[in-house]
């Protein structure tokens, strides 16, 4: 079965994993990747804070957003080792770019970001829900611990 996965810098059409992504030789680890993922979405709500207040460029969010898509993307293939799929939550990454492409063509303020901030919000709460879904399927698979996955990233 070929692997598709969201490809942040293209057309949100599912693609083949990106070239200069890390490909894995072993099996990669779901509550690493699920950390990193988490990690990656505090980083786009902490840059668009930084960008509101002019001390983040929109190239440094979209930075944060393109390590965002490249952490998704590891995290639905260390689920996909499982057989755990996660095409539930495959759209959101294209709907939050489209969500931070309207955000960043406004003027950098603390008025615009509480304009767009609450659909940023929803849409990483989104996410964490569909990671929080597959917490029973990836432990009956693994055999191992409940990852810790919150409910909010505030």
């Given at each position: 079965?070929?692997?598709?996965?969201?490809?942040?810098?293209?057309?949100?059409?599912?693609t083949?994993?990106?070239?200069?992504?890390?490909?894995?030789?072993?099996?990669?680890d779901?509550?690493?990747?699920?950390?990193?993922?988490?990690?990656?979405?505090?980083?786009?709500?902490?840059s668009?804070?930084l960008?509101?207040?002019?001390?983040?460029?929109?190239a440094?969010?979209?930075?944060?957003?393109?390590?965002?898509?490249a952490?998704?993307?590891?995290?639905?293939?260390?689920?996909?080792?499982?057989?755990?799929?996660?095409?539930?939550?495959?759209?959101?990454?294209?709907?939050?770019r489209t969500?931070?492409e309207?955000?960043?063509?406004?003027d950098?303020?603390?008025q615009?970001?509480?304009?767009?901030?609450?659909?940023v919000?929803?849409?990483l709460?989104?996410i964490?829900q569909?990671?929080?879904?597959?917490?029973?399927?990836?432990?009956?698979?693994?055999?191992?611990?409940?990852?810790?996955?919150?409910?909010?990233?505030d």
């Open positions: 079965m070929q692997s598709h996965y969201y490809n942040p810098a293209g057309s949100g059409y599912p083949a994993a990106p070239r200069g992504c890390q490909s894995y030789s072993q099996q990669p779901v509550p690493t990747a699920v950390r990193n993922l988490i990690t990656a979405m505090k980083n786009i709500q902490e668009l804070q960008w509101s207040t002019r001390r983040a460029t929109e440094q969010v979209s930075d944060c957003y393109m390590q965002f898509g952490e998704f993307n590891a995290t639905a293939r260390a689920f996909e080792i499982y057989g755990i799929n996660t095409s539930d939550i495959n759209s959101v990454p294209a709907r939050l969500e931070l309207i955000c960043l063509g406004e950098p303020s603390p615009n970001l509480n304009l767009y901030m609450p659909g919000r929803q849409l709460y989104e964490l569909g990671l929080r879904s597959k917490q029973s399927a990836w432990r009956a698979a693994s055999g191992r611990p409940p990852m810790v996955i919150p409910h909010h990233l």
